[in-house]
């Protein structure tokens, strides 16, 4: 064999391990991307449950009426995520349940965990929502498409649910402005 012949060999087994060697980067990749969405999935799904938990002690102490709508909105929400359907509507009810709450009437520590749950919902939907923007964005690139690298594992979907109202404040303690030394 001639020189060229063994340097286009060469060249061949080179572009062909360079080639497998980013397929296997995109699987490790998206096996990756799928095992973040599904943890931000569970941190998202526990900082629900843990809004629920927390609005219904809230709703302890709320007015007759406004006890009720927070108490049927946590059983719709948990209803909701039991079957698995129309999950944001139901926590979108929550969520206005919540903010109709006249909120001055909770005692501080039930008013803190009610705010902290509701900000940690917050964070865990961007979270996840980061998680799902990413995954499927590495899902829609041609060759993970047309190798079918995703393999049967099903399209993350977002979880769209309006945030808590701006106007509701923390439960955090005001702290006094410091004065420069004098």
Known sequence: MSVLVWLLVTLGVLVLVGVVAQVAARVRRLDRLHVRTDAARAGLEAALERRATAALAAAAVLRRDEADAVHRAVAGARQARATGTEREAAENRLGRALAAADRSRLPAAVLEELVDAEQLVILAR???NDAVR???GLRSRRLVRWLHLA???PMPEYFE???AEAGVTTAAPLRRPVSPPA
Do not use: M, S
């Open 134 to 136: 990413d995954t499927r």
């Open 161 to 163: 649910i309006a945030d």
């Open 151 to 153: 393999g049967t594992a």
């Open 126 to 128: 961007r979270v996840h």
